[in-house]
């Protein structure tokens, strides 16, 4: 069966008969304990019956219609069916209720038989409840009297209508429990259909996440799941658009070389070779480091970075990195340990250098600082600063500049680059918790800060 609702509904519903069912059987073997006891009473009360009638009857040599008279007498009074046999079993008299209870069905029971001391039978006939109850008044102080034991239960409990009245019970919590389970399993058809249409390629299909259920907590994890994939899909997609322009030049420039070198006249002078074998080495250089940058960018995307987590002295990577460079690093602590994977940090603070270096110099030449240090305060972070005194970076671009691909206007004709080295950096601080950012530097230049959480 592949409804899941129908196998909620089946399982409840299976569930109720059995319940109905053992409700019944427990409920009809107590009214037969009950039963029992009842009967177990009316023999007391008949074998009473039979000495108090014995008592007043006329004797066994009395006339035989003064006998009967007195036995009709009794009939009435007790309100039971009574007949009465000599000691030979002829038949003295019996009541007129007596006589109507073995004259209706063919083959009736005679009734309870009660010997008598003098040899003589008394036929009891079992009457009705009320019957007992009036019986038992007369015997007790009068009519109204009824006998302090439980009733039986009433006919409409009895049998069939117990039947009846269990299967109609069944029939409506059956009735109730469908749209409860049709309207729980509708949300989760309504989740399945969502799901398809995102696997179709519709990235931007959401699901109803109202409610405070199971169905609701698992609504809401796909469209948190939905989010991060269309977000990975439009940040690879971009990616691979930028790299395939940016791999055009490079590509066109190296066509434009190999061609010139295949072309060089065997008499041409040997510098303008080597020229054009610099520039092709250049070109591939650029292109190698295009690649690699592409690569590490989608790694990062995907969270499939080498994830070596381990304790990092960043003073150590940045005396270092300072060091290849010729910046001037400022520490004020003798270690700045975060918890990291020391290959990717030493790429972003390597790519703030690199940065600093290729945009930063201004007129009066390299003046690159590196700053180590630690924010105050509780939940304190390590903060690596790398300062230039370049022309700065407008307000209005402070955040666009660590975008993929993003160049500012006119350094790509200047300084090259590809525009990555920034939005490598950005990713590395995320995937460690941190943060950058990038600041006005006081007297010119800019400060880039790269925050980490300490351990």
């Known amino acids: 069966m592949k409804s899941l609702y129908l196998r909620i509904y089946l399982t409840v519903v299976a569930t109720l008969a059995f319940f109905a069912i053992g409700t019944a059987w427990l409920f009809q073997s107590q009214v037969q ?6 009967e177990a009473q009316v023999g007391e009360r008949v074998a009473a019956w039979g000495d108090l009638i014995q008592r007043s009857l006329p004797p066994a040599d009395a006339a035989p ?7 009709r007498e009794w009939s009435q009074r007790l309100r039971l069916p009574l007949a009465l046999d000599d000691a030979q079993g002829r038949r003295i008299g019996a009541s007129e209720s007596y006589l109507r209870r073995v004259a209706e069905p063919p083959g009736a029971p005679r009734g309870l038989p009660v010997r008598l001391d003098d040899g003589r039978t008394l036929w009891v006939m079992r009457a009705s409840m009320q019957g007992l109850r009036e019986g038992a008044g007369a015997m007790r102080g009068g009519p109204g009297h009824v006998p302090p034991h439980r009733a039986l239960l009433p006919p409409w409990l009895r049998g069939a209508g117990l039947a009846v009245i269990l299967v109609l019970l069944f029939v409506a919590v059956a009735a109730g429990a469908y749209p409860v389970v049709r309207q729980l399993t509708r949300r989760l058809e309504s989740l399945k259909a969502g799901v398809e249409r995102f696997g179709a390629g519709a990235l931007d299909q959401r699901v109803d996440a109202s409610g405070r259920d199971e169905v609701a907590a698992v609504a809401a994890s796909f469209n948190q799941a939905a989010e991060r994939i269309q977000a990975l899909v439009r940040s690879h997609q971009s990616l691979l658009a930028n790299a395939s322009h940016e791999l055009r030049s490079p590509l066109a420039r190296l066509k434009m070389a190999v061609s010139l070198l295949e072309n060089t006249p065997e008499g041409a002078p040997r510098e303008s070779g080597e020229r054009l074998k610099n520039e092709i080495r250049t070109n591939i250089g ?5 690649v690699e940058e592409v690569l590490l960018a989608s790694r990062l995307d995907a969270q499939q970075a080498g994830a070596a987590i381990a304790p990092v002295d960043l003073i150590g990577i940045a005396a270092e990195e300072a060091a290849r460079v010729g ?20 790429r972003a603070l390597r790519n703030l250098l690199e940065n600093a270096r290729r945009y930063g110099v201004g007129d009066g030449g390299s003046a690159i600082t590196l700053h180590a240090e630690r924010t105050p305060g509780p939940g304190a972070m390590a903060e690596l600063r790398v300062c230039d005194r370049g022309p700065g970076v407008p307000e209005a671009l402070r955040e666009r500049i660590f975008e993929p691909f993003f160049r500012l206007p006119g ?4 300084e090259g680059g590809v525009g990555l080295g920034l939005a490598l950096v950005k990713q590395i601080a995320d995937r460690h918790g941190g943060g950058v950012r990038c600041e006005v530097r006081e007297g010119g230049g800019s400060c880039f800060v790269l925050s980490l959480p300490m351990t």
């Open 33 to 38: 304990v009950e039963q029992g006891r009842v």
């Open 327 to 346: 910046a001037e690093l400022q520490a004020t602590l003798a270690a700045l340990v975060v918890s990291g994977d020391e290959r990717l940090l030493r």
């Open 65 to 71: 219609e003064q006998q009967a008279s007195a036995l």
């Open 411 to 414: 350094h790509a004709e200047r």
């Open 286 to 290: 650029e292109l190698d480091a295009l």
